[in-house]
């Protein structure tokens, strides 16, 4: 048998698909940034980077989206691995990717801009490097998913927002129109939203009041066997 030494050494990695909502296009956004070295320098990626000796996978993640956001402790999920032969050019590269969801205006823009990242809209992404598209689409999967069964996208939402705002939340993420009465009944129904006395008054004369998510009452639903559904047509 072999001993550790003599096997081929692999380089590891991690690579961070960042989902932003953008509240006035209503669009779901992915933070990017421009290679800055070979191979594929000059082509858009995601943000990722190589596993240190002293760091696991999570804590080599959080440090890449803080390097990049100046954010932590935010919503983040570990996703897939990529392990295909050939998948980086460069070297023999085994990735794992995590999905990670933050809001736009909570990044430190300096930081952003010193980096060189930029948001680009899910619905027109530009060509990306390596099988990068595969990790957002398997991401973005998952992220469908998960919005259904948790309470995860108010990540992507301000402090507080309208109706009208959550649901445009949710069709960007959906990628398809919800109706607009079933997708009320349903949020209001789960007690898990509070009304506040402020309107939004930018749209409309009228002006539709503001909620907000309210986490310790969804805590304690949760523990009496609440279950989160949000599965609309």
């Not at 050494?9 to 992915?30: P, S």
């Not at 503001?210 to 047509?233: P, R, T, W």
Request: charged share 30%; proline share 3%.
């Amino acid at each position: 048998m072999k001993l550790y030494s003599e096997h081929p050494k692999h380089l590891v990695a991690v690579d961070c698909i960042i989902f932003g909502y953008d509240i006035l296009e209503k669009e779901i956004k992915l933070l990017l940034i421009k290679r800055s070295f070979e191979p594929a320098r000059g082509n858009w990626s995601l943000a990722g980077g190589f596993v240190r000796e002293n760091e696991s996978l999570d804590e080599a993640a959080c440090r890449i989206l803080f390097q990049l956001t100046g954010l932590r402790d935010v919503y983040m999920e570990q996703s897939f691995t990529y392990g295909q032969i050939e998948r980086d050019p460069g070297a023999r590269v085994i990735s794992t990717s995590y999905s990670a969801l933050i809001k736009i205006q909570d990044i430190d823009r300096k930081l952003k801009e010193l980096i060189g990242a930029q948001w680009q809209s899910l619905a027109r992404l530009p060509y990306l490097i390596f099988d990068h598209r595969e990790m957002v689409d398997r991401s973005l999967s998952e992220l469908q998913m998960q919005v259904k069964i948790k309470p995860v996208g108010f990540a992507l939402l301000p402090e507080k927002f309208t109706l009208v705002q959550l649901q445009d939340l949710y069709e960007a993420i959906y990628q398809r129109e919800i109706d607009k009465r079933n997708f009320r009944k349903k949020i209001l129904s789960m007690n898990i939203l509070e009304k506040l006395d402020e309107k939004e008054r930018e749209t409309s004369k009228k002006g539709a009041y503001y909620y907000k998510f309210n986490e310790e009452s969804y805590e304690i639903h949760k523990k009496q066997g609440f279950d989160f559904s949000l599965d609309v047509n």
